[in-house]
């Protein structure tokens, strides 16, 4: 299978539509996105809420029939600037067979699985609805009297989710989508020089050694460490960044083929 990887949209149209050009024109069977689909959260938390609600049933919707009905199957996850709460809008996308969702889901994609998990660790921002202590020596970055949510956190550590993503499937073929990047690899790097990923993920794919990982969240990584891939052992793993505010998307194009030969591409 064909197949274009992306994340960190933030909702930007005009990435979208370029997305779904590629798609069409070099024959794509698979989308798969990596987080963040929704704009960014403006005005009194109701106000941002439905301001995505509105995103996802309107323009993303008609976007995902689109494809659909040229045959491109589009599988998604959501992250960390995104509601939690608006989760049963997409459900009742993929009830309509629009749209595969991977957050704790195992999907077909060739002769090879798909698995995705949303939750990233703690962050210096005030929305917390995926966000998550990393283990048990982990601790909150922020104020939690200040901590934004849309519905009641979840409870437990990255590490303690792990041990379902554990099961779902064979990781040996199984690609997986985690919206965070493994810590201290050229995937993870924030403008201050700063490695703000995983250590559960990290651990995870050094332990189970995955053909491939796809990854987003942090947007400049790819600008700040010079590289959009990185290995951990033997897994290949990729962040293709985000450039939403230049106005172009950043992609990987790979087959389920040959998952050793991926393409960047930035239009």
């Keep these: 299978m064909n197949c274009v ?5 933030h909702g930007s149209r005009v990435l979208y539509n370029k997305l ?23 005005g009194e938390l109701a106000q941002a809420i439905e301001g995505q609600k509105a995103f996802l049933d309107g323009f993303l919707n008609d976007w995902l029939s689109a ?27 993929e009830s309509g067979g629009i749209v595969s969702l991977l957050h704790r889901k195992k999907q077909q994609l060739g002769e090879f699985s798909l698995v995705g998990y949303s939750f990233v660790p703690q962050m210096p921002f005030l929305l917390k609805d995926w966000e998550k202590l990393d283990d048990e020596q982990s601790r909150p970055l922020t104020d939690a009297a200040r901590d934004v949510v849309s519905m009641p956190r979840e409870e437990g550590t990255i590490k303690d989710d792990f041990k379902l993503i554990r099961g779902l499937s064979e990781p040996s073929r199984t690609i997986f989508v985690f919206h965070s990047p493994p810590f201290n690899t ?9 490695h703000v990923g995983s250590k559960t993920i990290r651990s995870f794919i ?6 491939l990982t796809l990854h987003g969240h942090i947007h400049e990584s790819p600008e700040v460490s010079g590289s959009w891939k990185d290995t951990v052992g033997k897994s290949l793993c ?20 040959d998952l050793s030969n991926l393409a960047y591409g930035s239009i």
């Design 20 to 42: 779904g050009d590629i798609a069409l024109r070099k024959k794509i069977d698979a989308v798969i996105i990596g987080g963040d689909l929704c704009p960014h959260a403006h």
């Design 206 to 211: 050094e332990g189970e050694q995955p053909p």
């Design 67 to 93: 494809l659909a009905k040229k045959k491109v199957r589009v599988f998604l996850l959501m992250g960390n600037d995104d509601f939690r709460c608006n989760m049963p809008v997409l459900e009742a996308m």
């Design 5 to 9: 990887y992306c994340s960190d949209l």
């Design 186 to 194: 050229n995937l993870d790097v924030t403008y201050r020089d700063a």
């Design 238 to 257: 990729v962040n293709p960044g985000s450039q939403r505010e230049k106005g172009l998307l950043s992609h990987v194009l790979f087959s389920t083929k």
